[in-house]
């Protein structure tokens, strides 16, 4: 059993990486994309966040489907769809065309509630933060590898990059739906196949306060990721340009180089660390430590609460710590702070996803589909708040204030339960029993 279910997490961590390399795609040639069609700074926010549109809706399906029927079958979908547009889209030479082809493409992202599911029926409590950062973490860092590797390998072709991309996709797919199990036995399988059809008990999920504060929590950080691996690269080579032309970093495809080795850096902190963000949670369950006010202090998974809630006060800070650093045009400690950005963001998306199937053990895709969907629609509005102000700098303050720190103040009230928080909610919408 144990070497099967590792087997199990090393199929969803490679088909989420490849997923998440797809995702970002993207993002890692935009410069070049905006070259070639002459896109202006306000056209490439928008292609930076249509990248999400399809995030929050399409994981929420993707969570209960994979509920229903499973997450090999799911998946297995995603990669095979995704690969195929990804391909048609190297062929393309109409902006508005490659535009809407991209769109599908990142449908590729909702494949991370599946994975989620799929993890969360093989590995047990006392292991699960562990487990589901090691999944997350490493397919994460796809975004990173795209972001560093792609205009490295490819240039300013980008159009085979994504051929290439689509081909290996559909290997994939094919891999997982031959070797994938969806769950440890057959009783775990039945009772998640029958918690998806139950819609009062998907509409409870939904409803519950907590499941809304770490909705909320995942768009603070997961959310905030994505939406910088969509815009860091042009956030770098306009609100830099002057900086990284004084590196020698002049023309499109060496600004392009530029930019995105710059722009990985918060990706691969995101995901590296996400397997640690994960274990800390563990390790704050197993030494039972509360150290926050307000937040519950005597429920079993308590202590998973009070190390998600430092790393959404750790991310505020840095998103203040991010605009300075640009105010006062230094870019070394710009880089400085997006390390420190990333590390939080990590702390945010491990200790999330760690309490996700405690929280709701019989429905772990219906909940990591709300949570981990709607939570990206943070990644559609953050580039357009991003790219909207005078000052490119002054987005990330805007966003820390106006946003960040009410989600915060939420998180610690909906956490204060010191029974069942999962009960409280807005209406009553029981589930069906079990």
Known sequence: MKTHKVEQLV?????????????????????????????????????ASSALWMAPIG??????????????????????????????????TNYTLLFIERVIVAIA?????????HVAQWF??????????????????????????????????????????GVVALLLAAWYLWRGEAARDVETRERTSKGATDWRGTVFVWSRYIAIALM????????LEIALNSWLSSYFAEGFKTELAALGFTTVAGMQ?????????????????????????????????TPLPIVAKSLPYAPRLHWLGIALILITLAML????????????????????????????????????????PDRPGVAAGFIGGVSCTGGIVYPLMFAGG????????????????????????????????????????????D
């Open 390 to 433: 005078s000052n490119i700098h002054m987005g990330y303050a805007y966003t820390a204030i106006f946003l960040f720190i009410p989600f915060v103040l939420f998180f610690f009230w909906a956490a204060r339960y010191e029974r069942a928080p999962a009960e409280h909610g807005i209406g009553e919408f029981k589930p069906a029993a």
């Open 124 to 165: 047990d409590s006392d292991e699960i933060g562990t487990a589901e950062g090691l999944y997350a973490g490493t397919g994460n860092v796809g975004a990173g590898v795209g972001a560093l590797l792609l205009p490295r390998v490819f240039g300013i072709d980008y159009q085979s990059a994504f051929i290439f991309l």
């Open 59 to 92: 994981r929420i399906i993707a969570g209960w489907t994979a509920d229903r029927f499973g997450a090999p079958r799911t998946f297995a979908v995603i990669l095979a769809v995704c690969g195929l547009v990804s391909i048609a889209s190297g062929f393309t």
């Open 216 to 223: 909320l929590a995942y768009a603070m950080s997961f959310g």
């Open 109 to 117: 992202g909702v494949s991370f509630v599946v994975g989620i599911q």
């Open 321 to 360: 710590a991010l605009t300075l650093a640009g105010l006062a045009g230094l870019l070394p400690l710009s880089v400085i702070a997006l390390v420190a950005l990333g590390l939080f963001i990590s702390f945010g998306t491990g200790g999330t996803f760690a309490l996700v199937p405690l929280l709701f």
């Open 11 to 47: 199929i969803a961590t490679i088909g989420f990486f490849w997923c998440f390399l797809m995702w970002f795609s993207t993002a890692a040639f935009s410069p070049s994309i905006a070259d070639h069609y002459g896109l202006s700074i306000a056209a490439l926010g928008l292609l």
């Open 257 to 289: 180089v530029a930019a995105g080795t710059f722009a990985a850096v918060q990706s691969f902190m995101a995901s590296l660390f996400r397997p640690f963000a994960g274990f800390m949670s563990d390790t704050f369950q197993k030494k039972g430590w």
